[in-house]
């Protein structure tokens, strides 16, 4: 059963493949599983990314087996099944990529933190911050408030929370990265230039 055009079992394979069976999917993975890769080495001119996006592919077939309807030729099915998940990842990469450098080009021109904030809706920024300032645990959400609201020193906030300054800092240090990657996670890509304000 490992080789579908040997014994020409295609339709009797998929009937298999509805239905959970494995080996009908390890036959189909291993006939089609080449001519996949080098179709999307093609876009991605990647062999790493490349063998990732064949992982989803094939991955993404069996949890739909059960809805796969071929209209005429399997393969057909599959190769565009497989250009569909590359284009959306790739899309999604070059996302990534063009927020990451729009950031580093606002840090790189050095722009102040209120240009920033004239770029955002301020409430939608106050109200995001302070969910994720109330997310913090307790010491991090102290030592956040006090030097970064409130405008303490390192010293003078130590002193308030009765620890050391290195205690302090390290609390401080560890709300910061929490409340980036909340902002990272909620935020749209206006809320991520404002990323770079928080040190």
């Known amino acids: 059963m490992n080789d579908i055009s040997q014994h020409n079992n295609e339709p009797e394979l998929l009937k298999l493949l509805a239905i959970g069976d494995q080996q009908a999917f390890t036959a189909i993975y291993l006939h089609y599983h080449g001519g996949i890769y080098n179709y999307l080495l093609k876009f991605t001119k990647n062999p790493k990314l490349t063998e990732d996006l064949v992982h989803d592919v094939f991955l993404k077939i069996w949890e739909v087996r059960e809805q796969l309807d071929i209209k005429s030729s399997f393969s057909a099915y599959l190769y565009r099944f497989a250009r569909n998940i590359a284009i959306t990842q790739l899309n999604r990469i070059a996302l990534y990529s063009t927020i990451r450098d729009e950031v580093l080009h606002r840090v790189s021109l050095n722009i102040n933190d209120q240009a920033?904030?004239?770029a955002?809706?301020?409430r939608q920024y106050e109200e995001l911050l302070q969910k994720a300032i109330i997310n913090l645990p307790v010491q991090r959400?102290?030592?956040f408030i006090l030097c970064r609201?409130?405008?303490?020193?390192?010293e003078?906030?130590?002193a308030l929370m009765n620890i050391s300054r290195n205690t302090l800092k390290q609390h401080l240090a560890l709300a910061v990265k929490s409340i980036k990657a909340y902002l990272l996670e909620y935020g749209d890509i206006s809320l991520l230039m404002l990323l770079v304000s928080l040190k």
């Not at 609201?149 to 390192?154: A, I, L, N, P, V």
């Open 156 to 158: 003078e906030a130590a």
């Open 116 to 118: 920033l904030m004239d």
């Open 149 to 154: 609201q409130q405008g303490k020193t390192y």
């Open 141 to 143: 959400r102290e030592a």
């Open 120 to 122: 955002v809706e301020s």
